[in-house]
T-cell receptor, first 114, second 110 residues
Framework: DVKVTQSSRYLVKRTGEKVFLECVQD?????MFWYRQDPGLGLRLIYF???????EKGDIPEGYSVSREKKERFSLILESASTNQTSMYLC?????????????FGDGTRLSIL | QKEVEQDPGPLSVPEGAIVSLNCTYS??????FMWYRQYSRKGPELLMY????GNKEDGRFTAQVDKSSKYISLFIRDSQPSDSATYLC??????????FGSGTRLQVQP
């Protein structure tokens, strides 16, 4: 079974802090994704990566950056946290670039910005 | 207008009922369709995965795709309290990312 592990289940940070969310997958997947999930809005794609050191913007990249130095690890960075970034953050991975690959999710990080 | 529309619910049914969950979409380029189940405080887990129109069955679950109507459904037979969760439909955009519905919350009453 694919395992996607997010380093923190709950995180509380202050406005203006730089925040790092970490995600690791153990199935040698090429693609990794970061989403945020908000009530009534569903899952919205922030960034994704299809290879080491490669990244593409999703639908809502503003205020975020990402890092993928190793294939198994994908980090989401909030450069200067703001209260509107309080949300559930979900990391996912999929096998490769072929169309139609299902994504496998971690259990999420519930981030609160005070 | 959202690309994928899904009724948020909650949908409450008695144990043993047949449940029908639905999504409509507007992008005719979608080719792959998925259903995810998400329990409270957990990440979404892949439940069903279909390609093109037609039905796919897996145990008590049946996924149905009608591309001519841009409509997909998930049926759950003999529903159990353990099926209580939020169900998300998802569709492939062809750019290696998925477009998700906002989810339907299902409650199965014992």
């Amino acid at each position: 079974d694919v395992k996607v592990t997010q380093s923190s289940r709950y995180l509380v940070k202050r406005t203006g802090e730089k925040v790092f969310l970490e995600c690791v997958q153990d199935m040698d997947h090429e693609n990794m994704f970061w989403y945020r999930q908000d009530p009534g809005l569903g899952l919205r794609l922030i960034y994704f990566s299809y290879d080491v050191k490669m990244k593409e913007k999703g639908d809502i990249p503003e205020g975020y950056s990402v890092s993928r130095e190793k294939k198994e690890r994908f980090s989401l960075i909030l450069e200067s946290a703001s209260t509107n970034q309080t949300s559930m953050y979900l990391c996912a991975s999929s096998l490769n670039m072929n169309v139609g690959q299902p994504q496998h999710f971690g259990d999420g990080t519930r981030l609160s910005i005070l | 207008q959202k690309e994928v529309e899904q009724d948020p619910g909650p949908l409450s049914v008695p144990e043993g009922a047949i449940v029908s969950l639905n999504c409509t979409y507007s992008n005719s380029a979608f080719q792959y369709f998925m259903w995810y189940r998400q329990y409270s405080r957990k990440g979404p887990e892949l439940l069903m995965y279909t390609y093109s129109s037609g039905n796919k069955e897996d145990g008590r679950f049946t996924a149905q795709v009608d591309k001519s109507s841009k409509y997909i459904s998930l049926f759950i037979r003999d529903s159990q309290p353990s099926d209580s969760a939020t169900y998300l439909c998802a569709m492939d955009t062809g750019r290696r990312a998925l477009t998700f519905g906002s989810g339907t919350r299902l409650q199965v009453q014992p």
